[in-house]
């Protein structure tokens, strides 16, 4: 099992920034991949932003390419999203998610999300 911690988030008026964390417990050893999703409106689906490999190798969705760096520190089991430039059309609850690698194949655990909002 892993449990998935977000914080960071909070209101913030365009062009402002924030940066996100998500602490991992449990059996972080079997951790991949981690990465942030976000829901911009109850109902919508979950939008994948960014995910980072245990390597650092580092992706990103076209709407926040050069605004939002994911990072990692290992050693701490966190993922941090720092999110630069910020636009209203970013206001969303974010979430994020760690890959567990096991005998059994991958399983996704999410955190619970956290709020951000970005006032125009």
């Known amino acids: 099992q892993v449990r998935l911690v977000e914080s960071g988030g909070g209101l913030v008026q365009a062009g402002g920034s924030l940066r996100l964390s998500c602490a991992a417990s449990?059996?972080?050893?079997?951790?991949?991949?981690m990465g942030w999703y976000r829901r911009q409106a109850p109902g919508n689906q979950r939008e994948w932003v960014a995910e980072v490999t245990s390597g650092h190798a580092a992706n990103y969705a076209d709407s926040v390419k050069g605004r939002f760096t994911i990072s990692r520190d290992n050693a701490k089991n966190t993922v941090y999203l720092e999110m630069n430039s910020l636009k209203p059309e970013d206001t969303a609850v974010y979430y994020c998610n760690a890959n567990a690698v096991s005998s059994l194949g991958v399983y996704t655990y999410w955190g619970q999300g956290t709020q951000v909002t970005v006032s125009s």
């Open positions: 449990g059996s972080t050893s079997s951790i991949d991949a």
